[in-house]
Every structure is written in structure tokens, then in C-alpha cells.
């Protein structure tokens, strides 16, 4: 898989959504054009989606992160400064989302880390707690697949970083 180009049964990333399977490459005729268009399955929930291919990059469509970028994912999460914790809840919720939204593996190590970070500070509220588990789920499911592993096991690894940093 190279720069935007993918063939079906590459799993990639859909921003907001996650890992998702490439299952089909379909021609449809969309304005009195036939366009070429990626049938996406999103892994985690099955949706499907369909992208234009001459629109994949704009709406963020991306390869799994590779194992130099998971490293450096790791020193995201394994940092202990940085974080919006003086922000009241509404800014911080929209400056997480909006990392969210990027599609960003980078972006969204740096919300679950502060969130993670947060936790230990104070207790969460029902909305950070979501923000946490959407960060989280996001993350883990596109390492697990990337690496070949469980999603457990990605997970523990995760958590792992925060539980010696607490000790």
C-alpha cells in the first residue's frame, strides 16, 4: 500500500470511525461522471461507507500506522507534561474532539494520555469518560491491527504507562 493508493482487503484508517476494511472497489456514475469509489467496512461497528478515491485523501483516509509511528505514540503516552487540565470542561471537550477528528494517531495519543493524566487527578466526569474510551478504543483497534495483536494486549500495554507512572 503506498501513498493513497489501496486495494481491497487493505484495512485503513477512517477518521472518527476507526480501522476499517477496503471491501470493495466500485465504478458508479455520481453527476454524469462515473467515479471510482472505495466500499469501506468500518471493523469496529460494520458500517459501510463509500469514499470517492479522488477523495480519499480530503476526508482523511489513511495506511495503519507503521511500527516507527507506534514508537513514537508510545512517547506521546508515556510523557507526563502537557494537557489543557486548567481548561474548563466545554473547551477542552472541543479541543479533543477536534484532535479526534484529524484522524491523527499522534493527536489522539495526546487526548488519551491527558485524559489518562486527568484521571489521576481528579475523578472524570460521564463526558470525559467517553472522550477516554473513545480515544482509547481508536488507538488500541488501529495498533492491534497494524502489529498483528490482540486488542488486549495493546491495551494492557497502554494502560501499563499510567499505572507505573502512579507508583
Known amino acids: 500500500m503506498e501513498d493513497g493508493i489501496y486495494t481491497v482487503g487493505n484495512k485503513i484508517y477512517y477518521p472518527v470511525h476507526g ?9 458508479r456514475n455520481i453527476g454524469g461522471s462515473d467515479c471510482s469509489i ?3 467496512t468500518v471493523v469496529d461497528s460494520g458500517l459501510k461507507i463509500m469514499v470517492p478515491t479522488n477523495n480519499a485523501g480530503t476526508v482523511g483516509i489513511r495506511a495503519l500506522v507503521s511500527d516507527e509511528e507506534i514508537d513514537d505514540v508510545y512517547e506521546i503516552l508515556q510523557c507526563k507534561e502537557g494537557g489543557t487540565h486548567t481548561q474548563t470542561w466545554n473547551c477542552r471537550h472541543r479541543e479533543y474532539m477536534d484532535k479526534i477528528k484529524t484522524g491523527s494517531a499522534f493527536e489522539i495519543a495526546e487526548v488519551l494520555r491527558d485524559l489518562c493524566l486527568l484521571r ?6 460521564f463526558g ?3 472522550m477516554l474510551k473513545t480515544a482509547r478504543n481508536l488507538l488500541v483497534k488501529e495498533i492491534a491491527c497494524a502489529q498483528d495483536k490482540t486488542e488486549d494486549a495493546v491495551d494492557e500495554e497502554i494502560e501499563s ?3 507505573a507512572s502512579a507508583a
Open 120 to 125: 489521576d487527578k481528579k475523578s472524570l466526569s
Open 161 to 163: 504507562f499510567f499505572h
Open 38 to 40: 472505495y466500499v469501506l
Open 19 to 27: 480501522v476499517a476494511e477496503l471491501t470493495s472497489l466500485e465504478s
Open 128 to 130: 470525559e469518560r467517553r
